[in-house]
């Protein structure tokens, strides 16, 4: 058996070891295609391999009638929308995601953020303070558990709401749930979303949702740009000039927001959230060993298409 690490953002050395030493001892080849800057590249690769291991990496129709022997491929990571998931279950190919592996990173990168801004940007000006602001937390996974724990360290009111996920896990880790997203952004100074880009969401968080939020409010997005709709979010931030927007995930109109909302706006210039070391060899190591239980035990605990 042939697995194949396809990244045009290659995983850490360390992160790459680790998955080889998973691989190879389950008696599989591990073969590399890193940093490569054309999809013909990709095509070629995906010809004779059996797995695939991925970050950002797109897996289209195109791959997966290129790769004639895959029977999975797992995404390094939680969010898995650059994976086909139609065409993979036509192609009878598993795809998976590691859930949980990035999540503690995501989750410093979003406090981080929220301090970044408090404090004005570090422009040398008296910002404010986390302490006893009520922070909303928009779908309560892995990455919203872990802003929850983080947030508390602060001092911070902690409120979550998520349609799937029921009052009661909640509450007890010491966070108020909320009924329905309107009560949240009426009740939060800071939100931070953690929802996934599905036909449902994109482009949800909009001008009518985000003017409940109080004066001086801040919204971090360490989620998907896809669900922000942008035009609305522009039009908010010229209607409200003490709201502040910081994102992990560049918005299309980002020249627009950075000329218009200097101090206001802040954007990584690429996906941050998963970018430390620590999260770099979880995730990965973890897709290995999805793999070998897959492909020895049929083992598809964390499979997500159908």
Known sequence: MKVLIATDKPFAKVAVDGIRKEIEAAGYELALLEKYTEKAQLLDAVKDANAIIIRSDIIDAQVLDAAKELKIVVRAGAGYDNVDLEAATAHGVCVMNTPGQNSNAVAELALGMMVYAARNFFNGTSGTELMGKKLGI??????GRNVARIAKGFGMEIYAYDAFCPADVIEKDGVKALTSADELYQTCDVVSLHIPATPETKKS??????????KGAMLVNTARKEVINEDELIKLMEDRPDFKYLTDIMPAANDKFTELFAGRYFSTPKKMGAQTAEANINAGIAAATQIVGFLKDGCEKFRVNK
């Open 138 to 143: 928009h779908a309560y996974g892995n990455v």
């Open 205 to 214: 968080i909009n001008y009518a949702l985000l003017k409940q939020m109080p």
